[in-house]
């Protein structure tokens, strides 16, 4: 199944390869060359297929837990000062998704949306150490019955030209659901409470409303 916002991409790029393939069939008379040519395009439209899919991932939902908003590797756990809405140090942790990954950005927890805002700006390279704070963004806030308030930051990469974000203030999420895309290599920012026990490592590859990043802490605790 793929992503409602690769279908008119799809469907382009489908004409566009369909074309170029009977075109090299009719006007390239050396057959190595022809082949190339067409495999060549049957490769990209499978990249850009592979690229906009939306495997269906039923979630056991839990206030307990904070699970994976993207598919990727986790590239960043530290304690930082989150400077846009919680004025405050949060624990952070960085999911970077390879053009390859699956791009839907899916609600890491359950609750309301008290905060989404979207910020336009630059497109470094998404591990950029200033990717978080001057490249086009989105930032959500939920706020859960366990964790309290928790933010997620969408972040274009150097590819990513167009992110989407379906979070809007005073909707609720619904853990595992879609809460977004974005286009061509990207990061997720999660910023947890400091006291969440993250229960992932560096370099650790990660599955969108699969994976649990962090559980409750002893602060939130019923």
């Avoid at 690769?6 to 022809?34: C, E, V």
């Avoid at 530290?78 to 999911?95: A, C, P």
């Amino acid at each position: 199944m793929f992503h409602k916002e690769g279908q008119k991409i799809i469907l382009i790029t489908f004409l566009i390869i369909a074309s170029a393939i009977l075109a090299a069939n009719f006007y390239i008379d050396i057959t190595w060359l022809r082949l190339l040519v067409q495999v060549v395009a049957l490769f990209f439209l499978v990249m850009i297929l592979q690229f906009f899919r939306n495997p269906k991932r039923p979630v056991a939902k839990s206030f307990d837990e904070i699970l994976a908003p993207v598919d990727g590797k986790v590239v960043v756990i530290e304690e930082v000062e989150e400077n846009e809405y919680f004025k405050g140090k949060r624990l952070q942790v960085s999911i970077f998704m390879s053009p390859i990954n699956v791009h839907v950005t899916r609600y890491p927890a359950s609750g309301l949306i008290t905060y989404s805002k979207y910020h336009p700006g630059k497109f470094l390279v998404a591990w950029h150490p200033k990717a978080s704070e001057e490249n086009e963004r989105t930032t959500v806030v939920i706020k859960t019955p366990k964790f309290g308030e928790i933010l997620y930051r969408q972040i274009a990469g150097a590819l990513a030209k167009r992110i989407v974000n379906y979070a809007k203030t005073g909707d609720s999420a619904q853990q595992g659901e879609d809460g977004g895309f974005i286009k061509f290599g990207s990061r997720v920012d999660l910023f947890l409470p400091l006291d969440s026990v993250v229960t992932v490592k560096l370099n650790q590859k990660v599955t969108g409303a699969k994976t649990c990043i962090a559980t409750i802490g002893r602060n939130h605790e019923d």
